[in-house]
């Protein structure tokens, strides 16, 4: 699939997918050794993105299982189309002899059997990548189901017979971690933690999604969603999520978040409770600054002032300070 560590850098980042080096070697690995790669972290963290980045990169297809509640084997794996062996008996019931022999044969043929993700993906002249996405939502004995599948690429179908693969796919499992993935698959893959990016990673993810706009406001997202991280919310902002709200900016000729816009852009952030007596100010967004700081981030309203917020790398300097209403300005402190 890929011939060099340098090909699968250069072919992630011609998709628009920004990976750091730990992902690169790991998929590198894992489509060199021929292993499933198990991607786990929370929900848009570019889980799935990955999987489509990896395709595009090496120029083959998608074949996407997306996992559910109450998934089944036929969903799977595929099933045969009885309306189809319906109609083939019907029609070869009217000719004059009938080998019932051969028809039945030919009823649990591959010709009459209605393929699923899994069974297509073990089908291609060239490997595609095969998605099992959100496998946490599934329970154990479908991931049962997956192991002789990924342990000797082939399929055991009942009255169709055993599936050898004709190309081995790149397996990516995905998982939001609802529920452990357990041991068995563990052990057959290769494993990714795919967290939040790092502050630089965010701000060059953002940077490809609004090109038109300058360093300072790709910066100043990527602050805003290390800021909120860093705060105790329930669901902190995903990457995913800033950039819908870096993509609704620029939709409003705007590069600054104002209260006002808080109930549109980012309705489901709570607003921050005002964070003690030096802080008088009403403004729904966060401030944010630049400060190396060693004591933990922490959110403020308003214009930056003592005690307030803060903190981020170091080697972010210049970011827009987020306060609504407030001018852009910067804190440097510590
Ligand atoms: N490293 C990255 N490079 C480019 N885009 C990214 C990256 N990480 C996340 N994204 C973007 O974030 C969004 C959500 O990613 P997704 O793969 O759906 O998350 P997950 O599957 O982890 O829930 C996608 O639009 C994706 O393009
Ligand atoms: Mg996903």
Known sequence: MFSSLEEVSEGL???????????????????????????EGPAGSG????????????????????????????????????????????????????????????LHSQQFFSAGPLLRALQYEKPCV??????????????????????????????????????????????????????????????????HPTAEREAEIVALRTPDSNHEFHAGMAG?????????LEKPPSVSEILDLAQALKVLGTERVTAEMRDICCPCWPR?????????CETALPVWSTTRSSTPPRLCEGAPHEGSVHFVSNSLRG????????????????
Do not use: M
């Not at 980042?13 to 991607?39: E, F, N």
């Not at 805003?224 to 105790?232: D, F, H, Q, T, Y």
């Open 319 to 334: 970011f827009h300070l987020l306060g609504a209403g407030a001018q852009p300005n910067i804190a440097e402190r510590g």
């Open 130 to 195: 095969l998605l099992i996405d959100e496998l946490d939502k599934v329970d154990h004995a479908f991931e049962a189901l997956l192991l002789e599948l990924l342990s000797v690429w082939q399929l055991s179908i009942p009255k169709l017979g055993t599936i050898q693969a004709t190309s081995i796919p790149f397996v990516v499992l995905t998982s939001n971690e609802e529920r452990r993935i357990g041991d068995p698959l563990r052990r057959r893959s290769f494993y990714l933690r795919v967290e």
């Open 272 to 280: 921050p409770r005002p964070t003690g007596a030096s802080c008088s």
């Open 13 to 39: 980042r011609a998709t628009g997918y920004i990976a750091d080096s730990v992902a690169k070697t790991t998929v590198y690995l894992a489509a060199k050794l021929q292993k499933p790669l198990l991607l």
């Open 47 to 106: 889980k799935t993105q990955l999987a489509y980045a990896v395709a595009g990169a090496a120029d083959t297809t998608v074949e996407r299982l997306q996992c559910y509640e109450g998934i089944n084997e036929e969903k799977a794996i595929g099933k045969f189309d009885e309306s189809l062996q319906r109609l083939c008996v019907e029609l070869r019931a009217q000719s004059a002899s009938v080998d019932w022999e051969s028809l039945q044969i030919q």
């Open 224 to 232: 805003l969603a290390k800021a909120l991280r860093g705060w105790s």
